[in-house]
């Protein structure tokens, strides 16, 4: 093979301006990319892009079955994902559990925020994950055909909440996971019923607006709050890992561990039945 | 034609990333960056402007699945061939010394990389994980300058070179 080896070995004027072009029509596509086309272009190029890496992976993935799985440290990572995975569902059983005796109390306020279709699921694969840096979102194979709608609640293994759903095409949609830097979501600790709001980390979530000297200890779990109806309420957040409080402070700091494995989902259950905000808005204002 | 073959490349290398590769890595961060090993191998070894298509076409795979747009990962991956064209500028001897030319396209991968999460982090707001992640990083790129380096011994063998009299 010989590639035009009489050519200059150093870049000419045309070279440069090249690639000084390639810079303005980079500059060029981000000032269109507000237009609804681009987001219809961006979409027609998604069919392609996700079939062919989905097939790509789903073509990988023995071999990567059989290198994640070489050697004692990987067996015991595989195990410790499946423990994990166990106690999730152990705790979301237990929380459910605890939350039906809760339940008794506030069940009028919750079945109103749920709303009656709150038990309609269906079940989506994650074809992607986000490949920008930093970003925490998946991409799932249902869309708005499907049912699925912006704002409804996705739930992993275990059946607790590992995100929401941020952007719907016809077949498919993304969802911003609860450990990405834009997520935030009302929570509140299960034991004592303290609000506050769940803001992802990149790496994990922290529990912001606890008021110093609210009872919260390490172990306790946290739920989803019905409050402002963009999400029902008694989904499993997580569980409080650390809570640190400082006097100059308003608030304390607590970190909360996520119970499902985010990087490890594959299927996720979507509540297309949830409506966000329908109970306020059908509430008309309601004090 | 040549920009067409180095284009196929690079989608080709977005593709996998985004397809097999995050099979291995539980964080995009942490996975190497293979279009940046692309075009900056390609760009050190043989020449930076051969990759102006590959700069267009490699986005479009990453904007087609990620919530960014393909205009912000044009312009994210853009450094990384400017930075090759720089290390090509300043050896100018066709034949190239190799070693010396292997370090250059390890150095234009891990600019272009650290240019790259710089750019995407600002454009999603998250500047502060640079801080947080700054080790996953750190390995990030030094994974993709080796992958670079690995191009660039690849494509050595079609460098320019210079030509003698009867050849």
């Given at each position: 093979m010989r590639l035009d080896?009489?050519?200059?070995?150093?870049?000419t004027k045309d070279g440069i301006a090249r690639l000084s072009a390639v810079l303005v029509a980079g500059v060029v596509l981000l000032a269109l990319s507000p237009l609804p086309v681009a987001d219809d272009l961006e979409?027609?190029?998604?069919?392609?892009?996700?079939?062919?890496?989905?097939?790509?992976?789903?073509?990988?993935?023995?071999?990567?079955?059989?290198?994640?799985?070489?050697?004692?440290?990987?067996?015991?990572?595989?195990e410790n994902a499946g423990l994990r995975n166990r106690v999730g569902r152990l705790e979301a059983d237990l929380a459910t559990l605890r939350e039906q005796q809760t339940a008794i109390d506030q069940a009028a306020a919750l079945t109103d925020a749920v709303g009656p279709?709150?038990?309609?699921?269906?079940?989506?694969?994650?074809?992607?994950?986000?490949?920008?840096?930093?970003?925490?979102?998946?991409?799932?194979?249902?869309?708005?055909?499907?049912?699925?709608?912006?704002?409804?609640?996705?739930?992993?293994?275990?059946?607790?909440?590992?995100?929401?759903?941020?952007?719907?095409?016809?077949?498919?949609?993304?969802?911003?996971?609860l450990i990405d830097r834009d997520s935030a979501v009302a929570g509140v600790i299960q034991s004592s019923r303290t609000p506050g709001a769940a803001f992802g980390t990149g790496d994990g979530i922290r529990?912001?607006?606890?008021?110093?000297?609210?009872?919260?200890?390490?172990?306790?779990?946290?739920?989803?709050?019905?409050?402002?109806?963009?999400?029902?309420?008694?989904?499993?957040?997580?569980?409080?890992?650390?809570?640190?409080?400082?006097?100059?402070?308003?608030?304390?700091?607590?970190?909360?561990?996520?119970?499902?494995?985010?990087?490890?989902?594959?299927h996720v259950l979507v509540m297309t039945g949830f409506t966000p905000g329908a109970g306020i808005d059908e509430g008309g204002g309601a004090p | 034609m040549i920009a067409l073959t180095v284009a196929a490349l690079a989608v080709a290398a977005a593709l996998v990333q985004v397809g097999p590769l995050s099979l291995f890595t539980v964080d995009a961060i942490a996975s190497p960056l293979l279009p940046i090993a692309v075009v900056a191998g390609w760009g050190v070894a043989r020449r930076a402007d051969e990759t102006w298509l590959a700069l267009l076409l490699a986005p479009v795979v990453f904007g087609a699945v990620s919530q960014d747009r393909v205009g912000v990962f044009v312009i994210a991956l853009w450094p990384t061939a400017a930075f090759?064209?720089?290390?090509?500028?300043?050896?100018?001897?066709?034949?190239?010394?190799?070693?010396?030319?292997?370090?250059?396209?390890?150095?234009?991968?891990?600019?272009?990389?650290?240019?790259?999460?710089?750019?995407?982090?600002?454009?999603?707001g998250h500047v502060a994980s640079i801080a947080t992640q700054a080790r996953t990083i750190l390995v990030a790129i030094a994974i993709t300058a080796v992958a670079a380096t690995a191009v660039a011994v690849a494509v050595w063998p079609w460098r320019p070179r210079r030509r003698g009299l009867f050849e």
């Open positions: 080896e009489r050519r200059p070995s150093f870049p979409a027609r190029a998604g069919a392609v892009v996700a079939p062919a890496a989905g097939t790509l992976r789903d073509v990988a993935r023995p071999v990567a079955e059989v290198v994640l799985r070489a050697g004692q440290l990987r067996q015991l990572t595989a279709n709150a038990q309609r699921f269906t079940t989506a694969a994650v074809v992607l994950r986000d490949p920008a840096p930093g970003r925490q979102l998946l991409l799932l194979d249902r869309g708005r055909e499907e049912g699925v709608a912006i704002g409804q609640p996705v739930l992993g293994s275990g059946a607790t909440l590992a995100g929401v759903v941020v952007e719907v095409g016809a077949h498919r949609s993304r969802v911003r996971l529990l912001d607006f606890v008021p110093l000297g609210a009872a919260v200890a390490a172990g306790d779990h946290v739920l989803t709050s019905a409050l402002g109806g963009q999400l029902p309420g008694g989904l499993l957040i997580g569980r409080v890992s650390t809570v640190t409080e400082r006097r100059e402070d308003l608030f304390a700091t607590v970190t909360v561990e996520p119970l499902a494995d985010f990087s490890r989902l594959e | 090759a064209l720089l290390a090509r500028q300043s050896d100018r001897d066709p034949a190239g010394y190799t070693p010396r030319r292997l370090v250059a396209a390890a150095a234009a991968a891990a600019a272009g990389a650290a240019c790259y999460v710089t750019l995407l982090a600002v454009a999603g």
